[in-house]
């Protein structure tokens, strides 16, 4: 007889299952790459036979559930959607890669392949992020590599968005609060709120274009270093690069051949020796500088508005305040649905989580900004 907890067990694995194959029923939807198409359509397939499976044994104890995609997933659905593939396949891997060995202690799961399909849907997804996060695609005969019964094979944009957004919010707020505390003056705050929204977005744009560029400058000086290597010493080059591949499991024969195969070839050995020695892809050196500070820029920006715009808009300190914490506390909780959307936490758990750390800096500052108000008689600026 199944227990309270076996029955709770069985209703999240085929939550879980009906989750992952809505969402890749909706990625092979949405992908325009055929090959990619038949993969997400064929993890679906599987997805949906593991729920099958929980859904019957639930059957049996007269438990009736709803194959209903849960809220996180659909909202992956629709960022996919919107934004495309490539922004979800990061969020997705992870959520793949700690799953993996969901059924390997479940009894009800020995006997069956789904404890080995879901270890290889983790390692299938992997190399397709890498590929279409790479290239926008997938070469042809990777499909074979991937799919031979799932077993051949196997920088989170979102997780950035949330973060960079998260940092604007709490910062800008805890400054308003800090201000509003010592002052009585909204315009003084509006002023100081602008202030330190423009000053935080510069340092972030700053700060993150300064750690790209110079990513991007150690990437060249190390693929210039190793093409004077692979110049000057391809045999020494071509061991390194059999080694490697026979730490990944190729056996020492085979190892040695492709890594003569792609030594003969002196652009195909340096993109390769880059990717396999140095972690590092050619192509793109780590992303655009500038790309990433001006998204750092608008996403600071973005955060920051909450807590600032209320105070261009009154003249009474307390409105001020008040309308700052309300429309505040409001992006808190979204940002704590982006936050349950990437991880998979509750979410009530991560809304109310988000929402509680940027109330308590808030209800800090304020306190330190009136404390400091009284003591040097500041807080009947007017």
């Known amino acids: 007889m199944a227990s309270a907890a076996d029955i709770a067990r069985y209703k999240e694995n085929f939550q879980s299952e009906i989750d992952a194959a809505s969402t890749y029923r909706a990625l092979a939807e949405i992908e325009k790459n055929p090959q990619l198409k ?7 397939d599987i997805e949906q036979r593991h729920a099958d499976f929980w859904q019957i044994r639930l059957g049996e104890l007269g438990i009736t559930v709803i194959a209903k995609p849960s809220f996180r997933a659909r909202s992956m659905q629709w960022i996919a959607r919107k934004f495309g593939v490539a922004i979800v396949l990061p969020t997705l891997v992870s959520a793949e890669q700690s799953a993996s060995g969901t059924y390997s202690d479940q009894p009800e799961a020995q006997g069956t392949e789904m404890a080995s399909e879901e270890q290889a849907h983790a390692r299938v997804l992997k190399a397709v992020s890498q590929v279409t996060l790479k290239k926008g695609g997938m070469e042809g005969g990777m499909l074979a590599r991937l799919e031979g019964r799932h077993r051949a094979v196997g920088g989170n944009a979102l997780r950035a968005a949330v973060l960079g957004a998260n940092d604007g919010l709490v ?3 805890s400054l308003v609060m800090g201000v509003a505390g010592g002052s009585g003056n909204a315009k003084t705050v509006a002023l100081a709120a602008m202030a330190g929204m423009l000053a935080g ?12 560029q110079s990513a991007r400058e150690l990437a060249q000086r190390q693929l210039a270093v190793e093409a004077a290597e692979l110049e000057e010493c391809s045999e020494e080059e071509m061991e390194e690069l ?3 591949y026979q730490a990944k499991g190729l056996p020492e024969e085979d190892a040695r051949s492709l890594a003569h195969r792609l030594i003969e070839d002196k652009d195909t050995a340096l993109e390769t020796l880059a990717r396999e020695e140095l972690g590092i892809d050619p192509e793109e050196l780590g992303g655009s500088a500038w790309e990433a500070a001006i998204s750092s820029f608008v996403l600071f920006v973005i955060g920051a508005l909450a807590p600032a715009l209320p105070f261009l808009f009154v003249e009474d300190i307390d409105n001020g305040v008040a309308l700052s914490l309300v429309c505040s506390a409001a992006a808190l909780v979204i940002l704590g649905i982006g936050t349950h959307i990437i991880t998979g936490r509750g979410l009530l758990y991560s809304a109310m989580r988000q929402l509680l750390i940027g109330l308590i800096a808030a209800g800090i500052t304020y306190g330190m900004g009136a404390l400091i108000g009284n003591m040097f008689g500041i807080n009947v600026i007017g």
Not at 38 to 44: D, K, V
Not at 201 to 212: D, I, Q
């Open 38 to 44: 038949q993969i997400y359509a064929r993890m679906a």
């Open 171 to 173: 910062s800008t707020l």
């Open 242 to 244: 059999s080694l490697i």
């Open 201 to 212: 977005a510069s340092s972030m744009a700053m700060g993150e274009w300064l750690s790209v």
